[in-house]
């Protein structure tokens, strides 16, 4: 759902930037820099901090945090797209703003964007893992993976590496680590075949 809201934002207005220009793509442009310019784990701590650490909270700070890169990416590649012969014909043709974000650069930006999607979602995912381990995440006794390292990471100091038996107190940890980076990977490889379905290409 975060990933989801960042690209629904972060789309919207970049696409809008680019194809409107003037004042508009400029005061959004400023103003997305300045959330770029404060790091993301910092402004994350200080606002769930100030709102607490609901579901809900959660997902529109790291939404907002995440729309700023999407907006960056979608409005570079728009502009690109604004550039060619078939974006002035529609305008020639006296389309509409919404009928050239919407039927020439959209599906033109689709493959960028798609990958961006599964970047993103493996970022917030491990972002959120991340602020369960500071516990400002999700908080029990909703189950987290970034919690669960957290707190199997006091199991650590217990463990005696002398024998494999004894030695499964310090692996422990890696048990929601290990799923954490399969999940990764296995979103990678989802948007890696959505990819090469969108392209074309023969097997």
Not at 62 to 74: C, K, M
Not at 126 to 140: E, K, N, T, V
Request: hydrophobic content about 60%; some cysteine.
């Amino acid at each position: 759902m975060t990933t989801a809201l960042s690209f629904t934002l972060g789309a919207s207005f970049g696409l809008l930037a680019a194809t409107l220009g003037g004042w508009f793509d400029a005061i959004s442009s400023r103003a997305v820099d300045v959330l770029m310019a404060i790091p993301a784990l910092i402004f994350a701590l200080l606002i769930l901090t100030i709102t607490g650490t609901s579901v809900l909270a959660l997902i529109l700070v790291i939404a907002l945090l995440d729309s700023t890169r999407v907006f960056r990416l979608s409005r570079a590649v728009a502009q690109g797209i604004l550039t060619m012969d078939y974006i002035e014909v529609a305008r020639m043709r006296g389309e509409g703003l919404f009928w050239l974000i919407r039927k020439e650069v959209l599906p033109n930006a689709a493959a960028p964007l798609i990958a961006e999607f599964g970047l993103r979602f493996c970022f917030v995912f491990l972002f959120i893992s991340a602020l369960s381990f500071l516990d400002l995440g999700i908080q029990p006794p909703t189950a987290d993976w970034g919690g669960m390292v957290r707190e199997s990471a006091k199991l650590i100091a217990f463990a005696n590496f002398s024998s494999w038996k004894t030695a499964t107190f310090g692996l422990t940890p890696l048990l929601p680590a290990g799923a954490i980076a399969l999940l990764t990977i296995g979103v990678n490889l989802v948007v890696d075949w959505m990819l090469h379905l969108s392209s074309g290409l023969k097997e």
